[in-house]
T-cell receptor, first 112, second 111 residues
Framework: DTEVTQTPKHLVMGMTNKKSLKCEQH?????MYWYKQKAKKPPELMFV???????INESVPSRFSPECPNSSLLNLHLHALQPEDSALYLC???????????FGSGTQLSVL | LAKTTQPISMDSYEGQEVNITCSHN???????ITWYQQFPSQGPRFIIQ???TKVTNEVASLFIPADRKSSTLSLPRVSLSDTAVYYC????????????FGSGTRLSIRP
């Protein structure tokens, strides 16, 4: 299994909602990442987990809350988002930190 | 972190060889050079990685001159399905550094 699976594929939420994005990999990778990508822009790094511990937080607003329950799962909890947070949210994993990244197909998020 | 500079866009035709050059003037001694491909509404996909000279795999070649201040991704005999955005990244493997994407090159292949 060489896939990173992200759910849901699409999400529409209001500014007062609470939702979660999920990411799963079964490649035994020890590093997992969240990226945010706006249309026609490169992916922007948000968070990095290494061995289930938060390694990097790129000064992301607290309305985004990551969680790594185990080595195969990565969640991104969303609360009180703004319309400008609408974007494609990409999860990735790698064998070790900063090695070749395997990306999921992303969750297309729209905040109304 | 070493910054990368790539052309914003390139056009070519099916069956041609396409070369995309990336500049990384302040690359560090331990940095590797990695290229990813991204199709619309999908996550980026790893293409190739190298440190110096030339690396070749089943989809592309990567040429890195001795000073390592630039690199060239070569796609042989492109097809319409190679239309995508190509990102050049520079960073260290297995360290606490960050994998940061540059602006990328939007490659369009025409029949």
């Amino acid at each position: 299994d060489t896939e990173v699976t992200q759910t849901p594929k699409h999400l529409v939420m209001g500014m007062t909602n609470k939702k979660s994005l999920k990411c799963e990999q079964h490649m035994g990778h020890r590093a997992m990442y969240w990226y945010k990508q706006k249309a026609k822009k490169p992916p922007e790094l948000m968070f990095v987990y290494s061995y289930e511990k938060l390694s990097i937080n790129e000064s992301v607003p607290s309305r985004f809350s990551p969680e790594c329950p185990n080595s195969s799962l990565l969640n991104l909890h969303l609360h009180a988002l703004q319309p400008e947070d609408s974007a494609l949210y990409l999860c990735a994993s790698s064998q070790e930190l900063d090695e070749k990244l395997f990306f999921g197909s992303g969750t297309q998020l729209s905040v109304l | 972190l070493a910054k990368t500079t790539q052309p914003i866009s390139m056009d070519s035709y099916e069956g041609q060889e396409v070369n995309i050059t990336c500049s990384h003037n302040n690359i560090a001694t331990n940095d590797y050079i990695t290229w990813y491909q991204q199709f619309p509404s999908q996550g980026p996909r790893f293409i190739i990685q190298g440190y110096k000279t030339k690396v070749t795999n089943e989809v592309a070649s990567l040429f890195i001159p001795a000073d390592r201040k630039s690199s060239t991704l070569s796609l042989p005999r492109v097809s319409l399905s190679d239309t995508a955005v190509y990102y050049c990244l520079v960073g260290v493997r297995s360290s606490a550094s960050k994998i940061i994407f540059g602006s990328g090159t939007r490659l369009s292949i025409r029949p």
